[in-house]
């Protein structure tokens, strides 16, 4: 069964630092790009940052680029993100999220997330 | 970035009633369109991918249709269980996958 913990969400002061993981299990994590999506309380789904299989493509939401970084330890079976700088509008519930293809390999879609972590950023 | 146009925002149907929600892409998105559901305090859950394939396990009634820059999520019959909130998203370049802001559905 495929299982994804997200963990290291927690309260945090504007301008300092977080890194959050994601452990994988019950699928072999080295062949599918992950995903973080966040979701501050109340309001709709945000895509943040993705990661290919093998960290050679990378892409981050504008309101991310440059403050945060995602990265993949496929050895540990294992997704981060570090967020720097961080903002008050930053404030959300991070999800990571499993990117499968479906039966054609042409199509993508998030068949798997995590329970999420809440991320407050407030002095 | 491709920017995903979601309406109606909010939406109040009874049980029974057919729904459609429609969401709109900025640019041509070919058929990488995907639709979600969201339950209070749980993650989405896929119900369409590749614009009007049905996930394993999502009941009939829910389906999509749509190709370029306009799509649809249709719920023919509104059970109980299906007062959400969805989402749409392009899956159209890697791995910039952006959502919709989301349509939530509510009992009149």
């Known amino acids: 069964e495929v299982h994804l913990v997200e963990s290291g969400g927690g309260l945090v002061q504007p301008g300092r630092s977080l890194r959050l993981s994601c452990a994988a299990s019950?699928?072999?994590?080295?062949?599918?790009?992950m995903h973080w999506v966040r979701q501050a309380p109340g309001k709709g789904l945000e895509w943040v940052a993705g990661i290919s299989w093998n960290s050679g493509t990378i892409g981050y939401a504008d309101s991310v680029k440059g403050r945060f970084t995602i990265s993949r330890d496929n050895a540990k079976n294992s997704l981060y993100l570090q967020m720097n700088s961080l903002r008050t509008e930053d404030t959300a519930f991070y999800y990571c999220?499993?990117?499968?293809?479906?039966?054609?390999?042409?199509?993508?879609?998030?068949?798997?997330w995590g329970q999420g972590t809440l991320v407050t950023v407030s002095s | 970035d491709i920017q995903m146009t979601q309406s109606p925002s909010s939406l109040s149907a009874s049980v029974g009633d057919r729904v459609t929600i429609t969401c709109r892409a900025s640019?041509?998105?070919?058929?990488?369109l995907n639709w979600y559901q969201q339950k209070p305090g749980k993650a989405p859950k896929v119900l369409i991918y590749a614009a009007d394939n049905l996930q394993s396990g999502v009941p009939s009634r829910f389906s999509g249709s749509g190709s370029g820059t306009d799509f649809t999520l249709t719920i023919s019959s509104l059970q109980p269980e299906d007062f959400a909130t969805y989402y749409c998203q392009q899956t159209y370049r890697f791995p910039r996958y952006t959502f919709g802001q989301g349509t939530n559905l509510e009992i009149k």
């Open positions: 999220a499993k990117a499968s293809p479906d039966s054609t390999g042409f199509y993508y879609y998030f068949d798997y």
């Open positions: 640019q041509s998105i070919a058929r990488y």
């Open positions: 019950g699928f072999t994590f080295d062949d599918y790009a």
